[in-house]
């Protein structure tokens, strides 16, 4: 018996979802009264997961498997599975974790839960809630199968200490015939993620085109912040796909969401709805964001928003 | 060509979301039902590949009567078939070895499926579809090329893009970027008719295999109100955010 969760790396070193995905599991394993295992690949300091509780980590090393394929990952976690004779795997809602879930789920033949936003509500049978209809509802699912798969929201269920020593073994399988070859990868990496940043900045339509986005790109700046639009904003070509968010759009679900000129349509809403503190800044006072946000400015985007940047340049400078 | 396209009958995205029967059913009163926006794209970009490579497209789903709109609507766009499997998608593996069962006896070259749909956003069915059948897989797909039997897909991953290079057969779990929402397309009056006389097949399910079981819905605790800040003292948002919500 054993929780067996996938720790992601990104250069070698573990990504913030890993460490959630591990408080999470030694949740689990704690309510299950098992152990913790941890599955990663070329890590640097495998050992640092012991922190948030997992006793031992499977970690690969192998310079070939240094860019992700979905395949031979989940021929990773299948046979870690197998090894430590889980029941329950955990994985994170990252792209990559979202990839091979459902792969994994074939492979293992495992009842599988996505989006699941707490510890189970009971461990026999094995009952999650997650969440349905984009975050607008929580539905419980019980997991049937010998082998269950959960996968775990971003930033739901948050990063939990529980230092132990964790002991880090090396683990190989062969590799999977994976037919994808990767031939391009286009990442900036001087920027921070949607789905990886604390605090997100999201234009819409009211700053009336793309060459007043260097309001949103200094805020997200003095922030260390993500940036973000609504769908109109990218259909229209002011802003790359990739960063509309909403429900047909990538999902956030950061600390601090900060809305700036976004009205709040319902679909908009659904897509950030799990990010825990909404700001909203409008001209109208009726704009629906208003009854979901937390903190509300009405006012001018364009004075606002200057004004906003100056005070937490000497916010950080007072707190420096 | 032969491609196959999942097609994802849920509610609209403006719906009130209720729940009847001890909170165990979604409440369909007043609910319109449309093609899964994800899916939607994926059908659009079939077009393409049917109009300028000749491809067949079929689509299908797994669900009772009441999905027949949804995939009449999917022929009146365009696709050639429409197959149901007649029975209520109770999971994510049910709705997946359905479809795989379907797949396997019409040996498709490409099946379209959606990143997730928008009712239940378990963002599976594809992954599990893939491995049933043994094919290559790419999930959040934002572009597709098809030369022959090697694919070119472009895949969304955090904070940017990578393209892969792949052989039929192929599933991909689509999202927009495959096309763009201007492409989307409205059927037509010819369509719609075109459409009542093209085949919509129904089957039965093969097997009864599911992996879990769903139990009752709940809402989101209703939040508080608002705190507004005047435009004139965005000292204070900052305080607050600091102090108050210890986000900053
Ligand atoms: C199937 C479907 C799926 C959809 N999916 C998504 C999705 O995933 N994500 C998404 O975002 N949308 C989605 N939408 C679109 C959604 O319905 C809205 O149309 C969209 O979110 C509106 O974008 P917006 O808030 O930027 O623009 P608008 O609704 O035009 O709002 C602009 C706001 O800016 C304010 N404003 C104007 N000037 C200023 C100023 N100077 N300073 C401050 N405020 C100002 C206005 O008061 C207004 O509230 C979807 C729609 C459909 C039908």
């Known amino acids: 018996m054993s929780v067996l969760l996938y720790a992601e790396t990104e250069n070698g070193i573990f990504k913030k979802a890993a460490f959630e995905v591990a408080s999470y599991a030694k949740g689990v394993a704690d309510a299950l009264g098992t152990n913790v295992v941890a599955v990663s690949v070329n890590a640097n300091d495998a050992s640092e997961l012991g922190k948030y509780g997992v006793q031992k980590v499977l970690n690969i090393s192998n310079e070939s498997l240094n860019s992700f394929k979905a395949k031979t990952y989940t021929t990773i976690i299948t046979e870690a599975a197998k090894q430590e004779n889980s029941d329950v795997v955990i994985l994170s809602s990252s792209a990559n974790s979202k990839y091979i879930s459902g792969l994994l789920a074939g492979q293992l033949k495992a009842a599988i839960a996505s989006n699941v936003v707490k510890l189970p509500v009971s461990t026999s049978p094995l009952t999650v809630e997650r969440t349905a209809f984009t975050n607008k509802a929580f539905q419980q699912t019980v997991l049937n199968t010998d082998i269950k798969i959960i996968s775990v929201s971003s930033n739901a269920y948050g990063i939990i200490e529980n230092e132990v020593t964790a002991e880090v073994v090396d683990f190989s399988v062969s590799p999977a015939d994976d037919s994808i070859e990767i031939t391009n990868i286009d990442k900036a990496t001087d920027k921070v993620s949607i789905a990886d940043a604390e605090v997100v900045v999201s234009g819409g339509r009211g700053l009336k085109g793309p060459e007043n986005w260097n309001l949103i790109e200094d805020l997200a700046d003095v922030l260390g912040a993500a940036t973000a639009c609504s769908k109109p904003v990218s259909d229209m070509g002011w802003r790359p796909h990739d960063e509309h968010v909403g429900q047909t759009g990538k999902p956030v679900a950061s600390n601090l969401y900060i809305a700036i000129g976004i009205s709040g349509a319902i679909q908009h809403l659904a897509g950030i709805n799990a990010s825990k503190v909404k700001v909203v800044i409008n001209t109208d006072p009726e704009a629906p964001f208003f009854k979901a946000a937390d903190y509300g400015v009405v006012g001018d985007a364009f004075e606002v928003v200057p004004e906003l940047i100056e005070k937490l340049k000497a916010f950080k400078a007072s707190n420096a | ?248």
């Not at chain 2, 079929?58 to 007649?86: H, S, Y």
């Not at chain 2, 956003?121 to 594809?126: L, P, R, S």
């Open chain 2, 1 to 248: 060509m032969k491609i196959l396209v999942c097609i994802s009958h849920v509610p609209d995205t403006t719906s009130k979301i209720n729940f009847v029967e001890n909170d165990t059913q979604f409440d369909t009163n007043g609910v319109s039902f449309i093609i899964n926006p994800n899916d939607e794209f994926g059908l659009t970009r079939a077009m393409w590949f049917k109009e300028k490579q000749g491809a067949s497209v079929d689509v299908i789903n797994v669900g009772d009567a009441t999905t027949e709109p949804t995939l009449r609507k999917c022929l009146a766009i365009g696709a050639d078939n429409a197959i149901r499997v007649n029975a209520t998608p109770t999971d994510s593996f049910f709705v997946a070895s359905q479809i795989a069962e379907v797949a396997k006896s019409g040996n498709y070259d490409l099946i379209i499926a959606g990143r997730e749909s928008i009712d239940y956003n378990g963002g599976v069915v594809q992954g599990i579809l893939a491995e049933l059948l043994g094919a290559n897989f790419v999930n959040t797909c934002v572009g597709l090329e098809v030369e022959g039997t090697t694919a070119t897909a472009i895949r969304e991953i955090d904070g940017g893009k990578e393209t892969l290079k792949t052989s039929l057969p192929l599933v991909i779990g689509g999202q927009k970027g495959l096309v763009e929402e201007s492409d989307l397309r409205i059927p037509n009056m010819r369509g719609i008719m075109m459409a009542r006389k093209k085949p919509l097949n129904v089957v039965e399910p093969t097997g009864n295999e599911t992996h879990t079981t769903a139990g009752s819905f709940s809402k989101p605790e209703p939040k508080g109100s608002v705190t507004l800040v005047d435009a004139s003292n965005i000292d204070q948002l900052v305080d607050l955010l600091h102090k108050e919500a210890k986000v900053i």
